[in-house]
Nanobody, 120 residues
Framework: QVQLVESGGGLVQPGESLRLSCVASGSIWSLGQMAWYRQAPGKERERVGLSTYSGITYADFAKDRFTITRDNAKNALYLQIDSVESADTGIYYC???????????????WGQGTQVTVSS
């Protein structure tokens, strides 16, 4: 079985920084693209950024304060949010394409999400 587990969310004050982590575990033969999504209250889920073999791309809203890094040795993806704002409040999800064997097709997996609340 494959799992994606996010961590690092919580209550933060405006202007602070936050680092979220996502770790993939289980029967992983190959880990493909990984991404961070977020879902604000009452809104649809939107992609924050995407990590592929070509590099990392960001949604327009995320280009200034969001930084995604990846550690392939740890099957991990990180999201740093600087100078958090109330609009950053939401559930942050990790997404990944994973092959469980050489002969399998890639399958999309989602984590359970981690809540980020920005409030003073």
């Amino acid at each position: 079985q494959v799992q994606l587990v996010e961590s690092g969310g919580g209550l933060v004050q405006p202007g602070e920084s936050l680092r979220l982590s996502c770790v993939a575990s289980g029967s992983i033969w190959s880990l493909g693209q990984m991404a961070w999504y977020r879902q604000a209250p009452g809104k649809e889920r939107e992609r924050v950024g995407l990590s592929t073999y070509s590099g990392i791309t960001y949604a327009d809203f995320a280009k200034d304060r969001f930084t995604i890094t990846r550690d392939n040795a740890k099957n991990a993806l990180y999201l740093q949010i600087d100078s958090v704002e109330s609009a950053d409040t939401g559930i942050y999800y990790c997404n990944a394409l994973i092959w469980v064997s050489e002969r399998s097709s890639a399958r999309e997996y989602w984590g359970q999400g981690t809540q980020v609340t920005v409030s003073s």
